[in-house]
């Protein structure tokens, strides 16, 4: 028999079809786009947790309903204090003012500069950009002055000084801002000492003494020990006696008050002229790669800005012939220093110090004109409510129509109620923020909207029949006696309803008067 038949497995071989991706949809993309996002918020929760900030719910959040609301930028914050380098976009208005007073400044060898005006009007604002926009331009007018450097030191004069307290604090201060810029280390080296010489006469010299004593004693009153026959007394006191005095006495070391105004001349001039060597690489130094340079020298510009002078209005003698306002006696005692020293000397004073310079200088022997090479009255910002308000508007809003017409009358409402005074503006725009959930607002209910149109009301009347209430203004300092006029029916301080009654009679009397000289 032959073997028997092998036996075969027969496969059949099924065809292989080629793996095709499928195309890639836009669908497809953000799935694969939104699982990477997924996966990298994981990482970073794991490497950073404390990175992650949680939605927390306002705590601010409430359930009042308001008659119009007018969305804030989110980047709003209350502002209480006087715009300075940090908030000038806050700033508004008086371009011409500020660029004018600031060349002026930059391109004078020294003195003195008067800023009046009336209290809130924002003087102390006005100063702060002026002495920005001296920093900004400072590279233009380096061609043309050199290398310069603005030190500018404010100085809050809100009490009564004697002119030697000045001189020390314009001293002491020059000496402490030189160091806080940093410029100090790289004066000469004669210079410092001459810095240092006259501060140290100026430093308090400062003596505490203590003295304490101290008594005590202890015992009882007179008691009886004992019986009959045998019979003791026995008497003990206690008491405590203790005291303590502690003084203190300051004095300033010996400085003559010729001497150190000598002194601060001498050295503020030496600072406006020569100033420092800016430090040069050694390389540049030695002529390593170019050909060696000499240092550059570079110019301090000092600015001292004297602030809050309408304060010391409040302690002038009241009557009496012979007795002089305080801030002249300053000034007389310190004109040499004020003109000739090299110094700018920015004044900020208020509207009083203002109409005393008018009428001083209508005696023909006026110190303000011998002293101060300047003078600014800053006017009330009676139209510049518009751009204060909107630069603080969230942007790409659309509001509805009748959100729209309150915001307008809202303006028309502080314009009235800010006088055209900035700091009350801004203070009466501040009561009507609030936040809903993590948006700033305007917030208006239906009783402020009412009260609101009615305020808008009496400014439209003073605004239609302002040339014939307040008359055309032909005044010496532009801005000054309009301003007066202007703030006449705010200081009447009736009622609401009599105020509105007031200003209607008071038209109604122009209009018939104007008719009778029509008709005479």
């Known amino acids: 028999m032959g073997p028997p038949p092998s036996s075969t497995t027969v496969i059949s071989e099924t065809p292989t079809v080629p793996f095709v991706e499928p195309p890639v949809t836009g669908e497809t993309l953000r799935q694969r786009v939104k699982g990477l996002g997924n996966r990298l918020t994981v990482l970073y929760r794991f490497l950073f947790p404390a990175g992650v900030v949680s939605k927390v719910r306002s705590p601010f959040a409430s359930g009042h309903t308001y008659e119009a609301a007018v969305p804030l930028t989110k980047k709003f914050r209350f502002v209480h204090e006087p715009v300075d380098g940090t908030t000038s976009t806050r700033f508004v208005g008086r371009e011409i003012e500020m660029q004018s007073l600031a060349q002026r400044i930059l391109f004078s060898k020294g003195g003195s500069f008067l800023v009046t005006g009336y209290r809130g009007v924002g003087k102390t604002s006005f100063v702060n950009q002026v002495v920005r926009t001296l920093e900004l331009a400072l590279p233009w007018a380096e061609g043309a002055l050199g290398k310069t450097e603005i030190v500018d030191i404010y100085l809050n004069v809100a009490r009564p000084v004697e002119p030697s307290e000045i001189m020390h604090h314009i001293i002491r201060r020059l000496r402490e801002r030189l160091i806080e810029k940093d410029f100090y280390r790289l004066l000469d080296k004669k210079l410092r000492e001459d810095l240092t010489l006259p501060y140290d006469r100026t430093s308090v010299n400062m003596a505490r003494k203590l003295a304490e004593s101290s008594e005590r004693t202890f015992g009882f009153d007179e008691a009886s020990i004992g019986s009959d026959w045998m019979k003791a007394a026995v008497k003990l006191g206690w008491s405590s006696k203790r005291s303590k005095t502690q003084n203190y006495e300051m004095s300033y070391l010996g400085c003559d008050d010729k001497a150190a105004e000598h002194d601060i001349i001498r050295i503020s001039r030496q600072l406006a002229d020569g100033g420092y060597s800016q430090p040069t690489p050694g390389w540049r130094r030695h002529g390593l790669i170019f050909w060696p340079r000499e240092p550059q020298m570079v110019r301090l510009k000092i600015v001292f800005v004297f602030d809050e002078l309408d304060k010391l209005e409040e302690f002038n003698p009241k009557g009496g012939k012979g007795k002089k306002p305080v801030i002249d006696e300053i000034l007389g005692a310190l004109k040499n220093l004020f003109t000739t020293s090299g110094v700018t000397f920015v004044f900020v004073a208020g509207k009083d110090l203002q109409e005393r310079w008018l009428d001083d200088v209508g005696k023909g022997d006026s110190v303000y004109e011998s002293v101060f090479s300047y003078d600014k009255y800053l006017p009330c910002l009676w139209s510049d409510v518009d751009p204060i308000c909107n630069a603080l508007l969230a942007d790409s809003v ?59 009301g009496l400014q439209e009347v003073l605004t239609t029949n302002e040339k014939l209430l307040f008359g055309e203004s032909h005044e010496e300092v532009p801005g000054a006696q309009s301003d007066k006029r202007r703030l006449l029916p705010h200081r009447l301080d009736p009622a609401p309803v009599d105020v509105r009654v007031h200003v209607e009679r008071r038209f109604e009397r122009f209009q018939t008067t104007k008719c009778q000289d029509c008709a005479g």
């Open 398 to 456: 659309t509001l509805p129509s009748y959100d729209k017409q309150v915001y307008e009358e809202f303006k028309k409402y502080l314009v009235f109620k800010g006088r055209g005074i900035p700091r009350r503006i801004i203070r009466t725009f501040n009561d009507f923020v609030g936040w809903n959930g993590e948006q700033p607002v305007l917030a208006f209910t239906r009783q402020a909207v009412r009260q609101i149109r009615f305020f808008a």
